[in-house]
Structure formats: structure tokens, C-alpha cells
């Protein structure tokens, strides 16, 4: 039925609204069972095993209490648990996904471990990188961002930050806490520390 | 196969900032969105199958000791790419209000009662032709306040996620003809009215099925072209 039309376009987005957790980020208060939690980890994966921590405000400086975020990245070897990615097969139980709702002051973690490099369409090498999406309510669409590392020399050479103004590059990038595998990114979805958000 | 995702889809989603939708203005961004090429990491997308799903989780009504209170209803479609090519192997996640139009989460606290018997939450994996199906109950249109005696149409969000990590859609489903539409700035978000109409499922008599429930048909349309030379340019 159906199967030969034709769609005349997209579906249009719509916000997550206010009352996604019980749905979408239970974690344990509602009565309905979590698809994702907020860690990649398991236990074959290899890799430098981190955690990415931060805050998420809007345009006032107020912290965001009912965003969510979701993750996806590639092994430390830089292969995505995906038949897409034709080049090798990646860890065997790693999915490279993860999902997490921010608390009543915004705080939003997620354990993981640090990606590999990824090629970009020319074949150039791109620094580790997480694909990072934004949704919440207020958010008609989700906004897609990059979450790159602070201790990796190839972020200079990266051909997706190049495209970002050198003064807004630090919005992307996780800061490592000194002497611990920890890396720390707010987000700001408005205003003069504006996260950059890519149009893809 | 191998799926392109042009930019120029997009443009049936709403603007980020939308000023009628008053928790907008201060979530949007101020500062343009920089285009950038697809690479790996935005072509590639994560894998869940039925490992994801447990029996039953596509029946809303039938998660507690009793029977929800409302109007049960069928709602089943198929996800779809852009050129009408079912999405096989699609993770979809419903949640919704119940049929007082109350919903379960601790923030909402309208004067409306719970149902012991409604969660409210869902999910399901599409089929190999990309066809999904969930029984629920009819969810209740419920004020709020953006704006005096708003209120937002009947609607069940839904969540998918497709071929790649731009294939993501979370969304809602609207119900036939309801007379909230022209009042409501969520909605009205979609500048496009055939994009709205996307959002807007059909009655489907032919599924409903008799003494048991009302059908309604919803068919979710994700980014992704067949990339063929000839779409290519």
C-alpha cells in the first residue's frame, strides 16, 4: 500500500517538548525501562576510557534543565558500529551510542571512551571527534554540534573546525582536567559563548 | 546502498527561532549554523534492533494490572526515506499524555487526573518493509502556558532514528481536522502548510478494527536520497 508514492518531503520536526524523560531518560523514575544510557562502555571495548561532562544554559546564562543529548562516535580504532562503514568491523558489542538528560541545574555526563580518527570525504585525516545532538524544549529542531579534546594535536589540522572561526573553535572543545580522564564542555545554546551548531 | 542527504530537506523543519513559540527565544541560536559536508561520523548512525525492544512494548495499554481509561486506538505507518522506500530496522519511541490529555511526567501538574493504568511510553522497530505499528489510547488535547488559554492539539511525540546520525527526527503526530491547529505555535512552527499536513495523520477505516478500536495511519518521512550517479549532481 502506499509503496510506489513518492513523499513530497520530509517530515517536519517538532520539539521534544517538556515531558520526555518518563519516555526517552527514565533512568529508574518512571515505570518504563531505559533503550540507552548515558555510557558507551562495554566490557570489550578497548581505548582510553573518559568521561565528558558539562552544563547546558540558554540565551540568559540560565542553566537548561529538560535538555537531552545524544551521542554517536567512532571506536578507538575510529570504525563505527555501522554496516555503512565498510572498512573494518569495530569492537564487537561497542555501539558508539549514547543519550542523557540534563539535571535540574543542567549537568549532563557521559562515559565513553576517545574515538580514533575518522577520515573526511577527501580521505584527510579529521581530529577525534563526537557528533553531539541537542534537543529540549523550546528546540524546534535538534541542533547538531562536535565535541572535540583539548590534548590532541591534530585538532589544528582538523578540516571541520578549520571551517569554524578561530575565537568560537573553544566551544567545541572538551577540556581535560588536569591528572584525570575527565573533559569538561558547557554548552550554550544563545548568546556571546554560543556553541557553534552546524548546519548538515 | 548508499544514501545522500541533501541540506535542501531541511527546509521543511520549523526555524529555531520561532517567537510565537515563546520558550524559543531564549533556546535558539543567535548565530548562524555553519554548513559543513557530511563526513563518516554524520553518515554512519547507530544500529539498534529487536534486541532493544521487549514484547509487548508497542502496546501502551497493556503495561499495567488494568485496562487505561479512553479511547483505544491503532496507530501504524511505515518509515520512509525520501524517494518512499521503507526504513527497515528503525528504532521508534512513542510517549504521549493520556487520555485527560495528562501526562505522567512530575512537571505536569494540571488539574487532570492520572490513569494508574497509562504510562504513556512506547517503542518499536520498524519491519524489513519499514512498517511499525503501536496500539495506545487516544491521548487529551491540555493547556499550558505560552500564551492565554493556550492549548496544544492532541498529539503523540515520536522519536526515530534511520539510516545515519542526520536521518534523526523527533517529532509529533497530530490527529485528523482538530480545531486547535490554527491556535497552536508549535504546530504553526512548520512555515510550510503541505510540511504541516505531513505531520497530520489520516483516519484509516480500513484498518480499524471492528468493537475493538479506531485506526489511524502515520507515515514518518526521514532524510535519504538512493545516491545514483544521476542524483549525484
Redesign the interface.
Known amino acids: 500500500m502506499?509503496?510506489?508514492?513518492?513523499?513530497?518531503?520530509?517530515?517536519?520536526?517538532?520539539?521534544?517538548?517538556?515531558?520526555?524523560?518518563?519516555?526517552?531518560t527514565?533512568t529508574g523514575?518512571?515505570?518504563?525501562?531505559d533503550?540507552f544510557t548515558n555510557s558507551t562502555l562495554t566490557p570489550d571495548v578497548t581505548g582510553d576510557r573518559v568521561r565528558i561532562e558539562g552544563r547546558v544554559f540558554?540565551?540568559?546564562g540560565?542553566a537548561?534543565p529538560d535538555c537531552m543529548l545524544?551521542i554517536?562516535?567512532?571506536d578507538a580504532q575510529g570504525r563505527?558500529?555501522?554496516?555503512?562503514?565498510k572498512r573494518a568491523l569495530p569492537n564487537a558489542s561497542f555501539?558508539?551510542?549514547a543519550r542523557c538528560g540534563t539535571d535540574k541545574d543542567g549537568n549532563y555526563s557521559f562515559d565513553t571512551i576517545k574515538p580514533g580518527v575518522?577520515?573526511?570525504?577527501d580521505g584527510k585525516p579529521?581530529a577525534p571527534?563526537i557528533?553531539l545532538?541537542v534537543?529540549?524544549?523550546?528546540?524546534?529542531?535538534?541542533?547538531?554540534t562536535r565535541i572535540y579534546f583539548s590534548d590532541e594535536a591534530g585538532n589544528a589540522a582538523d578540516p571541520?573546525l578549520a571551517?569554524?572561526p578561530a575565537e568560537r573553535r573553544a566551544t567545541l572543545t572538551a577540556v581535560r582536567e588536569a591528572g584525570k580522564p575527565v573533559y569538561r564542555l558547557d554548552l550554550h545554546?544563545?548568546?556571546d559563548d554560543?556553541?557553534?551548531?552546524?548546519?548538515? | 546502498m548508499t544514501f545522500i542527504y541533501p541540506v535542501d530537506s531541511n527546509k521543511a523543519h520549523p526555524l529555531p527561532l520561532s517567537p510565537d513559540y515563546k520558550s524559543s527565544i531564549k533556546r535558539a541560536p543567535n548565530k548562524p549554523l555553519i554548513p559543513m559536508r557530511h563526513t563518516l561520523s554524520e553518515l554512519t548512525g547507530p544500529v539498534y534492533g529487536h534486541e532493544t525492544v521487549r514484547e509487548g512494548d508497542n502496546d501502551l495499554t497493556t503495561q499495567h494490572s488494568g485496562e487505561p481509561i479512553g479511547e483505544r486506538i491503532i496507530v501504524h505507518g511505515h518509515v520512509r526515506d525520501e524517494d518512499g522506500r521503507g526504513v527497515p530496522n528503525s528504532l521508534v519511541e512513542i510517549w504521549q499524555a493520556n487520555s485527560c490529555g495528562r501526562y505522567v511526567h512530575v512537571r505536569d501538574q494540571h488539574p487532570a487526573p492520572l490513569d494508574p493504568n497509562f504510562t504513556g511510553a512506547g517503542r518499536t522497530v520498524s519491519d524489513a518493509a519499514g512498517y511499525y505499528r503501536f496500539v495506545t489510547i487516544k491521548p487529551g488535547a491540555y493547556p499550558w502556558g505560552n500564551h492565554h488559554n493556550a492549548w496544544r492539539p492532541a498529539h503523540i511525540h515520536l522519536s526515530v532514528f534511520g539510516h545515519s546520525f542526520v536521518t534523526r527526527l523527533v517529532t509529533q503526530m497530530y490527529f485528523p481536522a482538530d480545531p486547535l491547529f490554527p491556535f497552536d505555535p508549535i504546530f504553526n512552527s512548520v512555515p510550510d502548510e503541505k510540511a504541516r499536513a505531513r505531520m497530520v495523520s489520516s483516519f484509516d477505516l480500513e484498518n480499524t478494527q471492528p468493537e475493538w478500536a479506531l485506526c489511524y495511519r502515520f507515515d514518518i518521512v526521514l532524510r535519504g536520497k538512493n545516491a545514483t550517479p544521476m542524483e549525484n549532481h
Request: aromatic share 16%.
Open positions: 502506499q509503496d510506489s508514492v513518492k513523499p513530497d518531503g520530509i517530515t517536519p520536526s517538532q520539539t521534544v517538548g517538556p515531558f520526555f524523560k518518563y519516555g526517552l527514565p523514575e518512571y515505570a518504563w525501562n533503550a540558554d540565551g540568559d540560565v537548561v545524544e554517536w562516535q567512532a563505527f558500529a555501522d554496516p555503512q562503514d555501539r558508539g551510542f575518522v577520515p573526511d570525504p579529521q571527534h557528533v545532538a534537543f529540549g524544549r523550546g528546540m524546534l529542531r535538534h541542533l547538531y571541520v571551517l569554524v545554546l544563545q548568546g554560543e556553541t557553534v551548531f552546524f548546519d548538515m
